[in-house]
């Protein structure tokens, strides 16, 4: 058996997906999500401690019941919920936002082996065929070496951050 593929971008799966990482990212964590042969597995690992650290672990049969799975169980359990990420941490983790003639584009630096996000998040005026998307530099071969300032200039050469699309 393949391989089932994850929720492609701007799909409203990816999204909620992306929702419930950045949920977590702000109580401590970090989620990992992965196919373990008969289903979706989704990890919580506390920030900063070794990679072997994981937390708790949520099982579905879709990478966003997995998701859910982790999600419900953070809600529930105040062993876990009850953790706050570092404020040194949190304040290292900075959106930059940039307001496009047909959107914006929000950039968030990754911080240690957490990865850069970048989302896009169209102008509903422009009338764009472009979904809402983000996008992580794990996924995408973008270069976080020049900062900020270097995954703009990537950004600005996509097609869904161009001004006039077809």
Not at 29 to 43: K, N, P, Q, R, T
Request: contains cysteine; glycine residues 10%; neutral net charge.
């Amino acid at each position: 058996m393949t391989k089932p593929a994850f929720p492609p971008l701007g799909s409203d799966e990816r999204y909620e997906i992306e929702t419930i990482y950045d949920r977590l990212f702000d109580g401590g964590y970090d989620l990992h999500i992965d196919y373990a042969g008969s289903g979706w597995v989704a990890m919580l690992h506390r920030v900063g401690l070794p990679g072997s650290s994981i937390s708790a672990r949520g099982r579905g049969t879709t990478a966003l019941e997995a998701a859910r799975a982790i999600w419900q169980t953070y809600q529930r359990d105040p062993a876990l919920n009850c953790v706050r990420a570092d404020p040194a941490l949190q304040k290292r983790r900075s959106d930059s936002y940039f307001f496009l003639d047909n959107g914006t584009v929000m950039i968030r630096r990754g911080i240690g082996d957490s990865p850069w996000l970048v989302r896009w998040i169209p102008d509903q005026q422009a009338g764009l065929v472009w979904p809402p998307a983000g996008i992580t530099s794990r996924e995408a071969d973008f270069p976080t070496d020049e900062g900020v300032a270097g995954v703009l200039r990537w950004v600005l050469r996509q097609p869904w951050a161009e001004k006039s699309v077809a």
